[in-house]
């Protein structure tokens, strides 16, 4: 493909509707850079749960602010694992922005417009050189609104919410069913309905549902429309 023109893909859409293994899976067939944006907002919330900027659900929004523009996010190659990992501030914190607490305090810096135009400006410079498969909920509508090609997953939320719910007993996480797709409808109504950046499909995006789809099928169509594009 390095002879190729080299674009940026904006993949968005729902949680739990396997847009990073799909996004993920594409960088690596197009020697692209792979970019989680959602692993940004989750390094903010991180950051607010380790500094005292949460109390009792309610977020200190003028001391995050103050110290927004001193947040250094990164992502870096870790060697151990043979993946890119989240840095915050000099320090790897890949581990602890996926653990619950941060999945369930990350909406409280998500709406924050401040913090999304921060992780915008970043979100922005990393997919200035092209080359970059990025995923999140405004990526094909805020971030890169000028990306080559747009996909925009979703699947049914009994769908996803069985595929989490498998992955988490896989990993000896005891859950019911009931209460991961409860947990999925909240997140789709949070992302949704949002005054700030909503998850929107963008006009010129292309629609996967994925509710019947296996992750080859959802690549190999991903693929031919990379192909279609450049
Ligand atoms: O994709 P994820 O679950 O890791 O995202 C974490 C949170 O950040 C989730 O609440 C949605 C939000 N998010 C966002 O608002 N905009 C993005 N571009 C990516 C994620």
């Known amino acids: 493909m390095s002879d190729r023109r080299r674009i940026n893909i904006a993949v968005d859409g729902f949680s739990s509707c396997g847009k990073s ?8 067939a197009l020697d692209y850079t792979y970019i989680d944006s959602g692993a940004m907002y989750r390094a903010v919330a991180l950051y607010m749960l380790e500094n005292g900027l949460v ?9 995050l602010l103050e110290r927004l523009p001193s947040l250094k996010i990164e992502f870096r190659y870790d060697p151990a694992t043979g993946k890119s990992a989240t840095w915050l501030n000099g320090r790897n914190v890949e581990r602890e922005i996926r653990g619950m607490e941060v999945s369930r305090y990350v909406t409280l810096v998500s709406p924050v417009p401040e913090v999304r135009a921060a992780l915008v400006d970043l979100q922005r410079t990393l997919g200035r050189e092209k080359g970059v498969v990025m995923d ?19 699947a049914r939320p009994e769908v996803r919410a069985q595929r989490r ?3 988490m007993l896989a990993k000896g996480v005891e859950v019911d069913y009931a209460s991961v797709l409860e947990n999925i409808e909240r997140r789709d109504e949070d992302d949704t309905k949002r005054a700030a950046d909503p998850l929107i499909k963008a006009p010129d995006a292309v629609e996967i549902d994925n509710s019947d789809l296996d992750q ?4 190999r169509l991903a693929m031919e429309l990379v192909q279609r594009t450049i």
């Open 55 to 63: 109390d009792q659900g309610r977020l200190d929004k003028a001391g």
């Open 136 to 154: 999140g909920r405004d990526i094909g509508t805020v971030v890169f609104p000028d990306a080559e090609l747009k996909l925009y997953m979703t």
């Open 21 to 28: 293994t799909l996004a993920k899976r594409l960088a690596q």
């Open 165 to 167: 719910y498998d992955e």
């Open 216 to 219: 080859d099928a959802q690549f």
